[in-house]
């Protein structure tokens, strides 16, 4: 018998049940690991109450990234071998190959073996925010040296991940944050300019950092009314790429802004990426060639053991950290 955590319904952090359950060998394709740590994502928070865009069939397993060693190996996999470390590109599904627990089955194709230079902890907090990042800022707004980028909720794994990810290819990154208090770590972190939404003006503040023409980019997780301000944001041409929806206030489509300055408005998903073999390659590449450079390095806020996994989602939900939340096995 194998632990894991399932809900077995919607809920709180309180529905977080540890069960007991015979975990099935892996079939053609998949790989077993034994699971040494988890990367938390907000994703799994919205899950768990019910506000994701995948529903659970309950009981519901559930987590996106894990690390591990390889514990079993499904038929016509190659490439890896029983006690590999390997860290999980997040899969397409989030229950159907959930990972919250001691052991996960996954498809091979998303198992990476990661620098060797990277202990498990760190290993758990990679694939999620830089597979995002990539999908948005590389593949499609093809953010290139001296565009600017704003990133909002920029202490998050993928706000931070994303800074890094402009700096490493030459464009300018504003971070906006809601007070002061993670203003010093983002200019720390890398943000060339850091925009307190609650003390500033995000749009008076983004023309005057460019000189009136506005940012190329927008990367949010928020939507409600910080959309209509991004877009006002922008230059002409310019790209908001939406990728979550924090907000609990009403998103209004910023009609004007978009057709005055002929923008685009893309939302997204980090199964774009996953979805298409070529792109995954060419996603893992980047990253990897960014953590052997230094340009990429996780940024991880505090380390839970998974018996206190509803200790880790209260954490979350607090949007107290500043990078990844990380759960030891």
């Known amino acids: 018998m194998t632990r894991v955590v399932r809900i077995h319904e919607n809920g709180g952090p309180e529905v977080l049940r540890f069960d007991d359950i015979e975990v099935a060998p892996p079939g053609p394709g998949e790989i077993t690991l034994q699971v040494k740590a988890l ?3 907000r994703a799994e928070s919205m899950f768990r109450s019910g506000q994701y865009v995948e529903a659970p069939v309950f009981p519901a397993r559930l987590g996106y990234e894990a690390a591990g060693i390889v514990s079993a190996i499904g038929a016509g996999v190659t490439g890896f071998a029983i ?3 390997v860290s999980v590109v997040p899969p397409l599904s989030i229950t159907r190959w959930g990972m919250y627990g001691e052991v996960a089955t996954v498809p091979a194709e998303v198992v990476v073996k990661h620098p060797a230079s990277l202990g498990l902890t760190e290993a758990a907090a990679l694939w999620m925010q830089y597979v995002t990042v990539w999908g948005a800022l590389i593949d499609i707004a093809k953010l290139k040296r001296g565009d600017v980028v704003i990133i909002t909720a920029a202490s998050s794994s993928v706000g931070l991940a994303a800074i ?6 030459g464009a300018t990154a504003i971070a906006s944050t809601r007070t002061s208090d993670k203003a010093r770590a983002l200019r720390e972190a890398g ?3 850091v925009i307190v939404t609650n003390e500033e003006d995000l749009v008076t503040r983004v023309m005057d950092i460019t000189q009136g ?3 190329r980019v927008a990367f949010d997780p928020i939507a409600g009314p910080v959309l209509q301000q991004l877009a006002e944001a922008l230059a002409e041409d310019g790209i908001l790429i939406e990728y979550g929806a924090l907000s609990a206030g009403a998103t209004v489509f910023p009609l004007f802004p978009v057709l005055g300055k002929q923008l685009t408005v893309q939302g997204y998903q980090y199964k774009l990426v996953v979805r298409d073999p070529a792109k995954l390659a060419a996603a893992k590449q980047f990253i990897l060639d960014g953590l052997a450079s230094g340009a990429l390095k996780p940024v991880i806020d505090r380390v839970f053991p998974l018996e206190q996994i509803v200790e880790a989602h209260r954490y979350l939900e607090s949007n107290q950290q500043f990078g990844k939340i990380v759960v030891t096995v």
């Open 164 to 169: 890094q990810v402009a700096r490493m290819v």
């Open 83 to 85: 006690g590999d470390a």
């Open 213 to 215: 023409k506005g940012a």
């Open 191 to 193: 943000a060339d300019h």
């Open 39 to 41: 990367g938390l994502n």
